[in-house]
C-alpha cells in the first residue's frame, strides 16, 4: 500500500473512533444517567453525576479525533501524518485523563460508568494513542 | 556422464498403451551441448524427466556418471537432482516470496555440504547479468530476467549437468537469442547442457541435435522451421506404468 | 551485496508466511479466536480460585452463626456483597460463648446502607463489630494494619472510595476511615465495619440527619463469628449450635466454598464448553483451508522436490509454516483477550456473578501457554494430512500440468 494510501485508510479509522468515542458513554456502554441513575438535588430534580459531565467532554474529544482523520483524509502529506499523530496521541491521553483525573466517573465501584464506560474508553485511547504513535513514527 | 540405454515411458490409457518415449537410447559427454528437438507432445520433455530423475523409466537404464539412477529410491534421488542436476523449468519456477538471490540459494538447502554460498550466488548472478536486481522479488522481473535467475539457480550447487525444458518457450525472439547466447558462454565454459525445444532454428548453438517424434529419437534432424503452432495436449486418461 | 538475513529453513518459511499475508489472515484469525477463548476461561478461573484462596484464608472465622430464615442472604452478603439487613436476638451470643470448643466468639450488626456523600445511589454493606472482641477484620487489614478503633472509626473494603484519614457518611453520620481492607474479589470489598456502639448513635441520630430512617433494636445482632479452640472439630460444634439454639444456621468456609464452587462450576462449564465447540468448528475448518492453500502450492512443492528437496523435507516445511502461524494467531488471540479482560475485569466478574482478581503473573503465563499449546496442536493436526497428500504427486507431471 502507497503512503498515501496507507494515511487515508489511517484517516479512516480515525473517524470512525472518534465516532465510536462520542457513541460509548451515550450508547455503547451508556453512563449512568442513561440508566436512570442520576443525583438527586434538595428541591427534588435530576442532576447529572460525574460521569455526565465527563461523557460530554469525551463527545468534544471524540469530535476533535474525528475532525484530524478527516484532515488526514484529505490531505495526506508527510507534515499532516506527523501533526495528526502528535494530535492524535494528545487527545488519547485526553479521552483517558477525563474520566480518570481531569473530570472523573462515580466512585461507586458497581456503577455502569466504572464497570464498563470507563475501561471501554481507557482502551479506545490507548488504541488512539498508538496510531497517533505510528503516524509520528512512520516518517516517508 | 548420461547414459540412456533402451528407455521406455508407457502409459496406458483407456483405449491402448501410448509410449511417450520408445526405446532410446542417448549418451551425453561432459562438454555436450545437446539440443533435442520436437514438437508438443512428442515425447522431448518426458525423456528429459528421465534424465534428470524426475520420472521413471518403464523400460531401460538412464545411468548418471555410472550409477543407475531409475532405481534409486525417492530420498536419495532427491539429493542426487539437487547435487549433479541443475534444472532450468520452461517457465522460471521461481518461488515467489523470495528475492531473486534467495532464489539462486534455494538448492543450497538441499545440498548443505556443496559449493553453494551467498558469494557464489551473487557471482552467478552476475555471470548472467542480473547483479542489479539482487533483491528484486519474481514478481517484479520480466520474462527473461526470471529465466536468467532460475539459470543462475541451476548453477548454484556446481552440477554435472544443466538439463533445460524449453526454456525459450515463453520468451520474445530478442530474449530468447540472449538467453541462448548466455547457454553458449556457459557451455564454453565447460558446463554439459541438454536441452528441449521446439524451435530449430537454435539448433546451430548446439554440438549435437536430435530430433524427437512420437516418442522416438532421430540422429540430426531438421523439422521445418514453419510450423511453431502449438499442438494440443494428449487426449484421455494417461495412467503411469511404471 | 544485499543485507538480507541468513537463507535457511527459517526464512524459507518467514517469507512464506510475511509475504502472502491475504491468505494467512483467516487462518490467524481462527487460531485467535480458539486461543483467546480457551485462555479467557483458564483466566477467569484462575482469577475466582485465587479471590476464594484470599478471602478464605483472611476469614478467620471458623463458623458464623446466622438467624435459621436468613441463611441464605448472609451468603450472599460475603459472596457477592449484596447488601442485606437482618437480625436476631443476642442472648445467642451468651449461649454460643458457652459451647465448648469455642475459643471466641464475636458479634456483627449487618445494616444494607445508602451510600455515603461522595455518592448518590448504590449500597453499602454496613458491618458493625466489637473491635476488642474480633479476630477477623483485623486480619485482612492491608492498609494501617493494627489499628484500634476510636469513637466513629471506621475501616473500609477495598473498593470503598476513601483514602485512610477521610471522611465518610452514612445515614447522616460522620465516620473517619482508618483502615482498608485487602481485596478479595468478594462482598467484603463493598462493606464498611464500625464499632457497634458507633452505629447505635447513627441509628438514632438517623431520624433527624439522614434522608431516610435507620433502626438498629438493642439486643439484636445479625451474626456471631465463632473461632474454634484448635483441635475442636468444626462439623462437631456446628451441629451442636444448630442442636442447643435452634433459631440459627451455621456458615462454614466449606460450605460458603461449596456455593461458590457451584456457581463457578455453572460458569467453568460455560466457559470451557465455548472453547471445545470452537475447536471442534475450527479444526475441520482448518483442515479445509490447509488443503486448499496445500492443493494452491502444490507447484511450489513440486519445484522444490525437482530442485532437491526430500519428501520429508516438505513435509517439515509445511508443518513448521503451520505451527507458525497457529502460534502468531495464538499469541494475538491471547494478547487481545488478556486487554479485554483486564480492563474490563469489574464487569466481567459481576456479569458472571463470581469472585475474582487479577491472577498472578505465574497463572497468568501458565494459562497463555495453554492455551498456545491448543493452538499450536491444532495447527498441526490440521495440516498434517494435506502436507502428507501435497507429497503423493509426481512432482514433474505437477510442474508440466501448469505449463500448458
Known sequence: ?????????????????????????????????????????????????????????????????????GLLIARSTTETRQAVGIFSIAMGALVIL???????????????????????????GVIVIIIGGYLVWKRE | MIEVTAVT????????????????????????????????????????????????????????????????????????????????????????????????????????????SRARAAELLKRVGMSHREDAYPRT??????????????????????????????????????????FRELNHDGTTIVMVTHNPDLVPYATRAYGMDHGKLVEGSSLSSGNRRRQPASPGSLKDVS | MSNLPKFGFFRLIAANLTNRPHRNIATIIAFAIIAATLFSAQYLMSGAQQSLDAGMTRMGADIMVVPAEYNAKAETVILMGEPNTFFFNDSVFDKISKITGIAKASPQIFIATLAGQSCCAGLV????????????????????????????????????????????????????????????????????????????????????????????????VSAVLVKLEPGASRTAVASEIRAKIPETKTITPDGLLGAVTAQLGAVTR????????????????????????????????AILRA??????YVVRLMLAESFSISIVGGLIGIGTAAVILVFFQDFIAVILKIPFIIPSPMAIIYDAGTALLLSAGIGGISSLFPAILINSSEPYETIRKGES
Open chain 1, 1 to 69: 500500500m502507497t503512503s498515501d494510501k496507507m494515511g487515508k485508510a489511517i484517516g479512516a479509522l480515525l473517524v470512525l473512533l472518534g465516532i465510536v468515542v462520542i457513541l460509548t458513554p451515550w450508547i455503547i456502554f451508556p453512563v449512568c444517567e442513561m440508566q436512570g441513575l442520576f443525583l438527586k438535588t434538595a428541591s427534588g430534580t435530576n442532576f447529572p453525576m460525574t460521569c455526565g459531565w465527563a461523557a460530554r467532554a469525551e463527545t468534544g474529544v471524540g469530535a476533535l479525533i474525528m475532525v484530524a482523520g
Open chain 1, 98 to 124: 477525563l474520566p480518570t483525573v481531569l473530570i472523573g466517573m462515580c466512585k461507586m465501584a458497581e456503577h455502569p460508568c466504572r464497570m464498563t464506560t470507563l475501561p471501554a474508553l481507557e482502551l479506545l
Open chain 2, 9 to 116: 515411458k508407457a502409459f496406458s490409457t483407456d483405449t491402448a498403451e501410448v509410449r511417450a518415449v520408445d526405446e532410446v537410447n542417448l549418451k551425453v559427454n561432459p562438454g555436450d551441448f545437446v539440443l533435442i528437438l520436437g514438437r508438443s507432445g512428442s515425447g522431448k520433455s518426458t525423456l528429459l524427466g528421465m534424465l534428470a530423475g524426475l520420472i521413471r523409466p518403464t523400460a531401460g537404464t538412464v545411468k548418471l556418471r555410472g550409477r543407475d539412477i531409475g532405481t534409486l529410491p525417492e530420498d536419495e534421488m532427491a539429493g542426487l537432482r539437487a547435487k549433479e542436476i541443475g534444472f532450468v523449468f520452461q517457465f522460471s519456477g521461481l518461488i515467489p516470496t523470495i528475492t531473486a538471490l534467495e532464489n539462486v540459494l534455494l538448492p543450497t538447502l538441499f545440498c548443505p555440504d556443496g559449493t553453494g
Open chain 2, 141 to 182: 522481473l520480466s520474462s527473461g530476467e526470471m529465466k536468467r535467475v532460475a539459470i543462475a539457480r541451476a548453477l548454484i550447487n556446481d552440477p554435472s549437468i544443466l538439463i533445460a525444458d524449453e526454456p525459450t518457450g515463453d520468451l520474445d525472439a530478442d530474449t530468447e537469442l540472449e538467453i541462448m547466447d548466455l
Open chain 3, 125 to 220: 454493606q454496613l458491618i458493625a463489630m466489637d473491635p476488642s472482641n474480633d479476630f477477623t477484620v483485623s486480619t485482612w487489614l492491608k492498609e494501617n494494619p493494627g489499628v484500634t478503633m476510636g469513637k466513629d472509626d471506621i475501616i473500609v473494603g477495598s473498593k470503598i472510595i476513601g483514602d485512610i484519614g477521610s471522611d465518610i457518611r452514612f445515614y447522616g453520620h460522620t465516620f473517619h476511615v482508618v483502615g482498608r481492607l485487602a481485596q478479595t474479589g468478594m462482598g467484603v470489598d463493598m462493606a464498611v465495619f464500625t464499632r457497634i456502639e458507633d452505629a447505635y448513635v447513627m441509628a438514632d441520630e438517623s431520624g433527624v440527619k439522614a434522608v431516610q430512617k435507620v433502626t438498629i433494636p438493642r439486643g439484636m
Open chain 3, 270 to 301: 460455560l466457559l470451557y464448553g465455548s472453547t471445545l465447540a470452537v475447536t471442534i468448528v475450527s479444526i475441520p475448518l482448518l483442515a479445509f483451508i490447509s488443503a486448499m492453500v496445500a492443493h494452491e502450492r502444490r507447484r511450489e512443492v
Open chain 3, 307 to 312: 530442485l532437491g528437496a526430500t519428501k520429508t
